[in-house]
C-alpha cells in the first residue's frame, strides 16, 4: 500500500492519501481522543504523541499536529493508516456514528428564509467544499440570520491562517453575488 502526501496551506495540517476510500457520507472531524472513540483509525492516529486533530474525507485523512516536526511523527501516522487498512477495521463504529451525527449542530434560519438558505448550501456543495476538501478540510453550513451565512470549518481549514481570508475573501464575495440579502460570512 502507498499512501501519499500533500501540504495543506495549514502548516500544521498534512494531508494523507491511501489511494482508496476513506469514508462514505458526510466527512468526520475529530478535535480529541474522547471524539474520536467512534472511528478505530481516528483513535490511533490520536494515540500518536503531537496529534490534536484528524479529519476524515472521502479518500483523504487530514492531521494535525501541535507544535512536533512533522518529521518526527509523520512514520507514526503512515504506520497506524497503514495498519488500519490492512486490518480490515472499519474506520467508524456505525450504532456510535449515527449517535454522534444525530448529536452534531443544529442549522438555525428563519422559514422565510428557507428558498435562499437553499441556493447558499447548493452554492456551499457545488463551489466551495470540493475545492476546501483538495486542502484537506471541509466547510459546513451552520445558519443565516439577518444577512449573515454562519460557517463551520473543520479539518486543515480549522486553525489555519488563511482560513480568514478564504472566509471573506472567497466565500464571502461568492455567496454576495449568487445570492441578494448575503451581507456576511461569520465562522463559528
Same mark, same amino acid.
Do not use: Y
Given at each position: 500500500?502507498?499512501?501519499?502526501?500533500?501540504?495543506?496551506? &495549514?502548516? #500544521?495540517?498534512?494531508?494523507?492519501?491511501?489511494?482508496?476510500? *476513506?469514508?462514505?457520507?458526510?466527512?468526520?472531524?475529530?478535535?480529541?481522543?474522547?471524539?474520536?472513540?467512534? +472511528?478505530?483509525?481516528?483513535?490511533?492516529?490520536f494515540a500518536i504523541s503531537g496529534v490534536t486533530g484528524v479529519f476524515l474525507g472521502a479518500d483523504f485523512i487530514s492531521v494535525t499536529k501541535d507544535d512536533t516536526d512533522w518529521a518526527h511523527i509523520k512514520p507514526a501516522i503512515l504506520g497506524?493508516?497503514?495498519?488500519?487498512? $490492512? +486490518?480490515?477495521?472499519? *474506520?467508524?463504529?456505525?450504532? /456510535?456514528? =449515527? #449517535?454522534?451525527?444525530?448529536?452534531?449542530?443544529?442549522?438555525?434560519?428563519?422559514?422565510?428564509?428557507?428558498? !435562499?438558505?437553499? *441556493?447558499?448550501?447548493?452554492?456551499?456543495?457545488?463551489?466551495?467544499?470540493?475545492?476546501?476538501? !483538495? =486542502?484537506?478540510?471541509?466547510?459546513?453550513?451552520?445558519?443565516?440570520?439577518?444577512?449573515?451565512?454562519? $460557517?463551520? !470549518?473543520?479539518? #486543515?481549514? +480549522?486553525?489555519?491562517?488563511?482560513?480568514? #481570508?478564504?472566509?471573506?475573501?472567497?466565500?464571502? &464575495?461568492?455567496?454576495?453575488?449568487? *445570492?441578494?440579502?448575503?451581507?456576511?460570512?461569520? /465562522?463559528?
Amino acid at each position: 500500500m502507498f499512501i501519499q502526501t500533500e501540504a495543506t496551506p &495549514n502548516p #500544521a495540517t498534512l494531508k494523507f492519501l491511501p489511494g482508496r476510500d *476513506v469514508l462514505t457520507g458526510e466527512p468526520r472531524d475529530f478535535r480529541s481522543i474522547d471524539a474520536a472513540a467512534i +472511528s478505530p483509525l481516528a483513535t490511533g492516529l490520536f494515540a500518536i504523541s503531537g496529534v490534536t486533530g484528524v479529519f476524515l474525507g472521502a479518500d483523504f485523512i487530514s492531521v494535525t499536529k501541535d507544535d512536533t516536526d512533522w518529521a518526527h511523527i509523520k512514520p507514526a501516522i503512515l504506520g497506524v493508516i497503514m495498519d488500519h487498512f $490492512l +486490518s480490515g477495521k472499519p *474506520v467508524l463504529l456505525e450504532e /456510535q456514528a =449515527d #449517535a454522534a451525527a444525530d448529536e452534531a449542530g443544529e442549522e438555525f434560519f428563519d422559514e422565510d428564509d428557507k428558498e !435562499m438558505v437553499e *441556493v447558499i448550501k447548493e452554492l456551499l456543495a457545488t463551489r466551495v467544499r470540493p475545492a476546501v476538501a !483538495m =486542502d484537506g478540510g471541509d466547510i459546513i453550513f451552520r445558519g443565516f440570520k439577518e444577512g449573515t451565512v454562519f $460557517l463551520h !470549518m473543520q479539518g #486543515a481549514c +480549522s486553525g489555519c491562517p488563511s482560513s480568514t #481570508a478564504t472566509l471573506k475573501n472567497g466565500i464571502e &464575495n461568492l455567496l454576495r453575488h449568487f *445570492v441578494p440579502g448575503v451581507e456576511a460570512v461569520q /465562522q463559528i
